[in-house]
């Protein structure tokens, strides 16, 4: 059982390029998300998806794109990268509602120079 | 605004001490969620609850609603214990979870 998966686990990318994060889950989960995690900082959520085709905005969204592919797969793309978005990258999945445990993938380490 | 806040930022113990990390929030709950994130990175569900008092092995899980208030507690600590562990909450009718920053815990032999 493979939970969440996502891809790459590290990449350095020169300011400008672009890449994408990918992330699918094996849960059969409605809610995706994608976060990203400063030192300092909790987890901040760049966007969710509640369900295939759906896509929402969440605290730090600029700079980055979504797509919700099918109910497994959510990717999070970045068109033009900043050193601002060296961070690491984390994807997360959930049945919808309160009640809920969410699932982590392993991270995704991106540098940007 | 909902706003989750952890105590302490840093925690150091000794082998077997009894530990306690706190987290408040500011908006009513739905859920709240504690956390552990290994050293490697990775992040795991340790609780969820809503109401009352969880218990798994050594961790206990507490939440008192009124006060806006949870803790976590760790019996008989051990170095494996060493962890980021992380409190996160459901509220004001989102689904959108709001994190702490973390309580970063050392367990020494």
């Known amino acids: 059982n493979a939970g969440v998966t996502q891809t790459p686990k590290f990449q350095v990318l020169k300011t400008g390029q672009s890449m994408t994060l990918q992330c699918a889950q094996d849960?059969?989960?409605?809610?995706m998300y994608w976060y990203r995690q400063d030192p300092g900082m909790g987890l901040r959520l760049i966007y969710y998806?509640?369900?295939?085709?759906?896509?929402d905005k969440g605290e730090v969204p600029n700079g980055y794109n979504v797509s919700r592919l099918n109910k497994r797969e959510f990717s999070l793309r970045l068109e033009s990268a900043a050193p601002s978005q060296t961070s690491v990258y984390f994807c997360?999945?959930?049945?919808?509602?309160?009640?809920?445990?969410?699932?982590f993938g392993e991270g995704s380490w991106l540098t940007v120079v | 605004k909902n706003e989750v806040e952890q105590s302490p930022q840093n925690l150091t113990a000794q082998e077997g001490e009894f530990i306690t990390i706190n987290c408040s929030y500011s908006?009513?709950?739905?859920?709240l969620h504690w956390l552990q994130q290994h050293p490697g990175g990775g992040i795991v569900s340790l609780f969820m609850?809503?109401?009352g008092k969880k218990k798994h092995g050594r961790l206990i899980a507490t939440i008192n609603i009124q006060e806006k208030h949870s803790s976590l507690h760790i019996t008989a600590s051990h170095p494996r214990d060493s962890a980021v562990y992380i409190c996160?909450?459901?509220?004001?009718?989102?689904?959108?979870?709001?994190f702490g920053k973390g309580t970063k815990l050392t367990v020494n032999p």
């Open positions: 997360a999945s959930s049945k919808t509602g309160i009640g809920n445990t969410i699932y």
């Open positions: 849960m059969n989960h409605n809610s």
């Open positions: 998806s509640a369900s295939e085709g759906t896509t």
């Open positions: 996160a909450q459901k509220g004001g009718g989102s689904e959108k979870l709001v």
């Open positions: 908006v009513g709950i739905s859920a």
């Open positions: 609850l809503s109401s």
